[in-house]
């Protein structure tokens, strides 16, 4: 059964820097494409970031471009979030998830994690 756990959260000052983790279990993360989404109070869940099976392949919102940055870690099995010069507007819960399918990047994301807060105080 596949697992995503993110962890790393947590209340920050903006401008400031935080790094979130998803933990994954079940199959390993190395052959999918990884993605990281947010939701903030009162707005629908939006992308953030994701990266494909070979780490070369990135992609971000325009809203996080140049402050975020998405990798991986085969090793731990572990995906992970790079976040600096947080914003007021980057508060929000923030999902790991995961592709149905190996080596496709058209597939849904099927797999999910229970979230991690991130809340930026300005």
């Known amino acids: 059964q596949v697992q995503l756990v993110e962890s790393g959260g947590g209340l920050v000052q903006a401008g400031g820097s935080l790094i979130l983790s998803c933990a994954a279990s079940?199959?390993?993360?190395?052959?999918?494409?990884m993605g990281w989404f947010r939701q903030a109070p009162g707005k629908d869940r939006e992308f953030v970031a994701a990266?494909?099976?070979?780490?070369?392949?990135?992609v971000y919102a325009d809203s996080v471009k140049g402050r975020f940055t998405i990798s991986r870690d085969n090793a731990k099995n572990t995906l992970h979030l790079q976040m600096n010069g947080l914003k007021a507007e980057d508060t929000a819960v923030y999902y790991c998830?995961?592709?149905?399918?190996?080596?496709?990047?058209?597939?849904?994301?099927?797999?999910w994690g229970q979230g991690t807060q991130v809340t930026v105080s300005s």
């Open positions: 079940g199959r390993t993360i190395s052959s999918y494409m």
């Open positions: 998830a995961m592709k149905r399918e190996p080596y496709r990047s058209t597939s849904e994301y099927a797999y």
């Open positions: 990266i494909a099976w070979t780490v070369l392949n990135t």
